[in-house]
């Protein structure tokens, strides 16, 4: 898997790549990252990239040119899967959606910032818009490191056997169980005593159940969701 990510600030997208499971996945060439500065593909002395916005308004608008040039330096080199545009009015990501792009080879990322894009990029050049929630960020970077995070640790042989993805919270519509480490009590409050007892059907058959409480009581909407598709 290969994902460019085309940004106005890329210094902002170097830490998550450069630590634990992302770096290692990189570093064993499982993913390829690459950060493109969007500045460089700027016009003039200044090496413009934002302009006002038509009718008038606060805030500077992404333009086309620097974009249209850098996305097609980077399809002249090799073929994509999605060109995706990080926008909060964009298709809010889930476990689902980043199932479906960890089994892509090459995708584009593009971080929107400012008021946007123009909206002509949209329509010519992205294929997929992504949101990560319902809440403004001050550009698309952190939420293209969280879709990134997301999609390459499933990529398989990123994480070990011990860490499967497929326990995960939401790869089956479960949230996690509660889990504990050593000490096995600590002030008055005892590990539960089934952990403990090496009995592993019971101990697979009591994380079920939590896993089932916890997302009744606290996320009724997917717990809902999954009673009325089980039925
Ligand atoms: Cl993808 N971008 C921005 N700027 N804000 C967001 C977002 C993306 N997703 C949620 N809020």
Sequence with gaps: MRIDIITALPSLLQGPFSDSI??????????????????????GKHRQIDDYQF?????????????????????SQRTYDEVIYMTPDGEVFNQSMANSLSLKGNLIILCGHYKGIDERVRELLITKEISIGDYVLSGGE?????????????IPGVLNNETSALSDSFQDDLLAPPVYTRPAEY???????????????AIDKWRHEQAEKRTAKRRPDIWNKKHKTDE
Aim: hydrophobic share 50%.
């Design 22 to 43: 992302l770096k290692r996945a990189i570093d064993n060439g499982l993913a390829e990252v690459h950060l493109h500065d969007l500045r460089n593909y700027g016009s």
């Design 55 to 75: 009718g008038g308004g606060a805030g500077m608008v992404m333009m086309i040119e620097p974009i249209e040039t850098v996305i097609n330096e980077l399809k």
């Design 142 to 154: 952190l939420a293209a490191a969280v879709v990134s995070d997301a999609i390459i640790r499933l």
């Design 187 to 201: 002030e008055d409050l005892k590990v539960p005593e089934i952990l403990l007892s090496g009995n592993f059907g």
